[in-house]
């Protein structure tokens, strides 16, 4: 076992030398240097901070990495951040040490806005068939060069071209000669042999194959990226349907918690809700007064919701809601911005059922019990769960209802009071301290009425 032991241990001392002979022959430029690899971001939604943040990140990235390129993969109906940002934009890609190639696609994508003048300064362009690229503007001049696309300028500063147009223009430096970049295999075939700085792009490479057909195989490792959750998350908020949907969500659900006497799992979704909608309305061209038309429909809800009946309050929360709507969003070159009609009716019908059917029939069941309306709760007592001051909550039998007190005086927490009448679902209490009347008279009841009248027989009591 000794020798056998001792075997086993020069023969993996053995290989380790073997090894690092190997390595240092490798080192020694005897093997073949490893291809670096090529880094892909994908660029989608509107260009906004977070997008322009991400993209200069990824050149860096792509540079420390060693990566032999930085391929965007773009689709993106506009651009929602100022010239100078986008002047940023601009010089960061021209001045990378590393080629940066810019890829519109798959099929169907869009590059609109004045983001899109990046693809004057890439160093190698190309689109999806079916794909279109315009609306970039006037040339934004940035530090250490131009934004020059030469004669279609005109045509892509206040219109988009297709594929087969911008092949005619000359928008793209696409280095290959089929009909579009319909994949991103074909993008890195469009970026293999580019030269820059002395160093030869290494991308794919020819194969003949038995049939004597030629293919070209990926030989580069492609290494795909996008936004951290977070990045995406409010990057994501920042598009119009999403934005919209959630201003709407997150009114209502405030509302809703507003009329449950509490704070519970509603108020903190909708708080949530509100806050990244307006986090998305901050990055959007937003119409303000279109915001505070729909801020002011939820309050007109709430005043025919107090009164559990939808009434003429509905309809004018119905009207600002449908022009608040409609309205919301401004348009930018390329795209109307408007919440497409899938939004718009979930929106607005969402609202609808809420307001008409959802919400009054909450709050009878929330403060009401299957007896409302009836005579006999006038005179019954309660226990004040949240002050009647002059408004509150008591719960009288098994059942919680909202309350108001027909006194001046307030009522505490944990008081008891007596129903002195009823208005739709609201019950008037007072306190059981200086009551102005036995309501329970009003019951039908005898018992007390013939303890306190004296006889029944109408003789009157010896002594009186």
């Given at each position: 076992m000794r020798r056998l032991a001792i075997a086993l241990l020069t023969a993996a001392g053995g290989l380790s030398l073997f090894g690092a002979g190997a390595q240092?022959?490798?080192?020694?430029?005897?093997g073949e240097a490893a291809i670096p690899?090529?880094?892909?971001?994908?660029?989608?939604?509107?260009?906004?901070?977070?997008?322009?943040?991400?993209?200069?990140?990824?050149?860096?990235?792509?540079?420390?990495?060693?990566?032999?390129?930085?391929?965007?993969?773009?689709?993106?109906?506009?651009?929602?951040?100022?010239?100078?940002?986008?002047a940023g934009l601009l010089a960061d890609v021209a001045a990378a040490p590393i080629p940066i190639g810019v890829w519109v696609g798959p099929t169907g994508s869009r590059f609109y806005g004045t983001a899109a003048q990046i693809l004057a300064v890439a160093d190698v362009t190309g689109m999806a068939p079916g794909a279109r690229v315009g609306y970039v503007g006037v040339p934004i001049g940035f530090a250490g060069g131009d934004v020059d696309f030469g004669i279609a300028?005109?045509?892509?500063?206040?219109?988009?071209?297709?594929?087969?147009?911008?092949?005619?223009?000359?928008?793209?430096?696409?280095?290959?000669?089929?009909?579009?970049?319909?994949?991103?295999?074909?993008?890195?075939?469009?970026?293999?042999?580019?030269?820059?700085?002395?160093?030869?792009?290494?991308?794919?490479?020819?194969?003949?194959?038995?049939?004597?057909?030629?293919?070209?195989?990926?030989?580069?490792?492609?290494?795909?990226?996008?936004?951290?959750?977070?990045?995406?998350?409010?990057h994501t908020v920042a598009s119009p349907p999403v934005a919209y949907l959630l201003l709407l969500i997150g009114l209502a659900l405030l509302v809703f918690e507003f009329f449950t006497a509490g704070v519970g799992v509603a108020g903190v979704v909708g708080a949530i809700c509100t806050v990244l909608a307006f986090s998305g309305l901050a990055v959007l061209p937003t119409r303000t007064w279109a915001v505070a038309a729909i801020m002011f429909a939820m309050l007109a809800f709430s005043i025919d919701v107090q009164v559990g009946i939808p009434r003429f309050w509905t309809g004018v929360g119905l009207v600002l809601t449908v022009l608040g709507s409609w309205f919301l969003f401004t348009s930018i070159p390329g795209s109307s911005m408007r919440p497409s009609w899938i939004a718009l009716i979930t929106g607005v019908g969402g609202i609808a059922l809420t307001f008409i059917v959802g919400m009054p029939n909450m709050v009878r069941t929330r403060f009401a019990t299957p007896t409302i309306g009836r005579e006999w709760m006038i005179g019954e007592l309660g226990t004040v769960v949240d002050s009647v001051d002059p408004d509150g909550v008591v719960e009288v039998g098994s059942g919680r209802w909202r309350a108001r007190t027909n006194r001046a005086t307030p009522v505490l927490r944990g008081e008891q009071v007596r129903v002195a009448a009823i208005d739709g679902i609201t019950l008037e209490v007072e306190p059981l301290e200086g009551?102005?009347?036995?309501?329970?008279?009003?019951?039908?009841?005898?018992?007390?009425?013939?303890?306190?009248?004296?006889?029944?027989?109408?003789?009157?009591?010896s002594g009186s």
């Amino acid at each position: 076992m000794r020798r056998l032991a001792i075997a086993l241990l020069t023969a993996a001392g053995g290989l380790s030398l073997f090894g690092a002979g190997a390595q240092a022959q490798d080192d020694a430029g005897g093997g073949e240097a490893a291809i670096p690899p090529v880094d892909v971001l994908q660029v989608s939604g509107f260009v906004d901070d977070i997008l322009v943040a991400e993209i200069g990140d990824a050149i860096e990235r792509a540079a420390a990495g060693n990566s032999q390129a930085l391929i965007l993969q773009v689709n993106s109906r506009g651009t929602v951040v100022d010239d100078n940002v986008v002047a940023g934009l601009l010089a960061d890609v021209a001045a990378a040490p590393i080629p940066i190639g810019v890829w519109v696609g798959p099929t169907g994508s869009r590059f609109y806005g004045t983001a899109a003048q990046i693809l004057a300064v890439a160093d190698v362009t190309g689109m999806a068939p079916g794909a279109r690229v315009g609306y970039v503007g006037v040339p934004i001049g940035f530090a250490g060069g131009d934004v020059d696309f030469g004669i279609a300028e005109e045509n892509l500063r206040n219109n988009s071209v297709g594929l087969t147009e911008a092949r005619a223009l000359d928008v793209f430096k696409q280095r290959i000669t089929d009909e579009g970049i319909p994949t991103v295999t074909s993008m890195l075939q469009a970026m293999n042999g580019y030269e820059e700085g002395g160093v030869t792009l290494r991308t794919t490479e020819q194969v003949v194959a038995d049939d004597g057909n030629t293919r070209f195989d990926t030989i580069a490792t492609v290494r795909f990226s996008k936004l951290s959750l977070t990045d995406q998350l409010f990057h994501t908020v920042a598009s119009p349907p999403v934005a919209y949907l959630l201003l709407l969500i997150g009114l209502a659900l405030l509302v809703f918690e507003f009329f449950t006497a509490g704070v519970g799992v509603a108020g903190v979704v909708g708080a949530i809700c509100t806050v990244l909608a307006f986090s998305g309305l901050a990055v959007l061209p937003t119409r303000t007064w279109a915001v505070a038309a729909i801020m002011f429909a939820m309050l007109a809800f709430s005043i025919d919701v107090q009164v559990g009946i939808p009434r003429f309050w509905t309809g004018v929360g119905l009207v600002l809601t449908v022009l608040g709507s409609w309205f919301l969003f401004t348009s930018i070159p390329g795209s109307s911005m408007r919440p497409s009609w899938i939004a718009l009716i979930t929106g607005v019908g969402g609202i609808a059922l809420t307001f008409i059917v959802g919400m009054p029939n909450m709050v009878r069941t929330r403060f009401a019990t299957p007896t409302i309306g009836r005579e006999w709760m006038i005179g019954e007592l309660g226990t004040v769960v949240d002050s009647v001051d002059p408004d509150g909550v008591v719960e009288v039998g098994s059942g919680r209802w909202r309350a108001r007190t027909n006194r001046a005086t307030p009522v505490l927490r944990g008081e008891q009071v007596r129903v002195a009448a009823i208005d739709g679902i609201t019950l008037e209490v007072e306190p059981l301290e200086g009551a102005a009347k036995d309501y329970r008279e009003r019951r039908g009841g005898h018992d007390d009425e013939s303890a306190d009248s004296g006889p029944a027989d109408g003789t009157v009591e010896s002594g009186s």
